[in-house]
């Protein structure tokens, strides 16, 4: 069971790199930074529930922008590092959050010749793509965001933190309900 989150802000350093893919607008007052794991179940929940409806809501009305960070728990899922390699090879192309959403839809199949499929069925240029996560030219991207969560508190997925105007922040701990998000956003708003 997730444990409840600590609406307690504290002084966690978690910086937004110029290439960290986001969702919402740019210039939203908070930042909510998800460090989560295309392999994870619990991630695949939150997707599915807490971030649908901050999708809805939240990030809809401009409130929060969604930064997403890798946090591939490498000795457990072991498909989870080429599937953050991919997703990072799709935002190259501009498809993050498609191939984001392609890859929880389809938790099962992360081996390498379905991650090359996602790309061909969302258009993306498959040679570009292909080439991408073959020679491994996201690896250090997304070795770089794991290193960011460990060093952000993160010791499993998925894992969140709330950085308000002031950049305070609170950790999410967790695939946590919305109503946990929503007071958390609440707290610092």
């Not at 609406?7 to 910086?15: Q, R």
């Amino acid at each position: 069971n997730p444990t409840p989150t600590n609406p307690t802000p504290t002084n966690i350093n978690v910086k937004v790199d110029k290439d960290d893919p986001v969702l919402g607008d740019v210039d939203a007052p908070l930042t909510l930074v998800e460090f989560s794991d295309f392999q994870c179940p619990f991630c695949s929940r939150v997707f599915t529930g807490a971030i649908a409806q901050l999708k809805e809501n939240e990030i809809k009305n401009g409130e929060v922008k969604l930064v997403y960070k890798d946090f591939p728990l490498n000795s457990i899922h072991p498909f989870a590092q080429k599937a953050a390699e991919a997703a990072q090879c799709a935002h190259e192309q501009e498809k993050f959050w498609e191939y984001h959403d392609k890859l929880f839809a389809n938790q099962q199949a992360l081996d390498v010749d379905s991650l090359k499929k996602y790309a061909v069925d969302l258009g993306l240029n498959e040679n570009d793509f292909n080439g991408c996560l073959d020679d491994g030219k996201m690896k250090s991207e997304v070795d770089s965001d794991l290193s960011q969560a460990t060093a952000a508190g993160g010791r499993g997925t998925p894992y969140f933190v709330l950085i308000d105007e002031d950049g305070k922040t609170t950790p999410i701990s967790g695939a946590q309900p919305y109503e946990n998000f929503k007071a958390a956003i609440d707290a610092v708003s």
